[in-house]
């Protein structure tokens, strides 16, 4: 039950409607006791860098999730930016430290990169293909830059967006070839959806899985439905597959730790959570 | 379950500790299944001006409740102020038209006077001491002329607050007798403590209790324990008495049809609240 000293921790992206993060993260709470919330805030784009720094201002705020659209901005905003959000250019996790400085984090690669190691898959020596080169998939190409992959390949269908986060890995990560430019996803053996396409009913596929070999092991961002179209197809030609679910719960004790909560395994929040896929 | 097609109304005021609101609104809309939570934000002093105007861009935000210390500032943010804002000069209600104009209201004062008259005491024709004229002080100041009270004392420990209010009530009440300048309830049928003294375990008393007809109705706007010292020295010379509880219960209903929400009782937010006192 909220009340007067509930700690917030604010869920910031518009539109809201299909949050994920409330329905895990609440019922923990609650299971251990923990008189804390997470609450959408559906700020919009233009008001976004004048509303962060206030709402950081607010006594019973502990911290914030950022989603779509305001990963990006929020990493040119932070007092102090983790390797991952220099790398990513993008952030997903604030906190405040004691004098109010803004601590940015980001864990959307590192919970895709946990999902793997679970399902039995390293990424290491790898050769990951990222669609989509915003919040998300810049968050994915820093984890598995991170994990040591061989070589990142990243596509959007915005070319300077993808030209940029293949600049910022060269610089952080000189042993990790870069190339850009390309959505083919032939003779890769990681290939992931970083783009929203499969929120929407009749989206086009992000690539062409035909094109995808049955040994690859395939991911996906979108949480709006359980398994997209994407991934069925993919999933359809023999290859292991990864739904954006996984990486979501993967990732949350991350951000537990990060805002000083208690541990938690992704296995007790899936139990707890309230979520319908 | 907070979920992000949840409405969110914010209840601003600092610090939040002692908040009531969140326990009777939430436990109500979970009882007619209405998608929608009170939020408590503790927006510091300095802060509030900035952030009341971009709280109010959030996509899924439907209002909010206003509380110490920014019911006064509250009332230079607006649009648009119904008569109690404009007469008490303070508000604790805010919510915006589809255009985006932010609307306030008070009720306050609306709260006390629906409380006394379901004890079955009419404030018409009555004379008012209200000691405190700050925002609750000044909307019961409203909320009493309004409902046609003959004279009304006030009295605060800053002078020029009460003299401020007492010419609001001159220019919008022409037919109210006003007095500022003295908390003696000698002479007095309506005896209310409008200030915060009562909030903390040794705080002085509002105002000489000895001197309170036994006949008066005396009421009190602190909500931090059931019954104040005030009250209980009040109840124990005779007098009919209004917890600051009571003046909360009856004013939500207003507030509910104020933010667009089906009618509520008071005697139905009371059976499902979970407020300890």
Known sequence: M??????????????????????IYNPWFESRGIDARVV????EIEDYPSFLPLLFRLRNLTGA??????????????????????????CNAVRRDAGGRLIGDMFDGEGFVRGMLRKGRDAAGGRALIVGAGGVGSGIAAALAQAGVAEI???????SVAEQLGERLRRHCPGVGIITGSNDPEGWDIVINATPLGMNPGDPMPLDVSRIDPAAFVGEVVMKQAETPFLAAARERGCMTQIGAD???EQIPAYLEFFGF?????????????LSC
Chains 1, 2 share one sequence.
């Open 153 to 159: 390949g990243l596509h959007d269908s915005r070319a």
């Open 40 to 43: 959408p805030m559906g700020c």
């Open 262 to 274: 208690p541990p938690a395994t992704s296995d007790e929040l899936r139990q707890v959570s309230q």
């Open 2 to 23: 909220i009340s007067g000293t509930t700690s917030l921790i604010a869920h910031l992206g518009v539109p809201t409607d299909s949050f994920r993060a409330p329905l």
């Open 65 to 90: 999730l950022v989603t779509m659209p305001h990963k990006v901005t929020t990493a040119g905003l932070l007092d102090e930016a983790s390797p991952a959000v220099l790398i990513s250019g993008s």
């Open 247 to 249: 990486m979501l719960f």
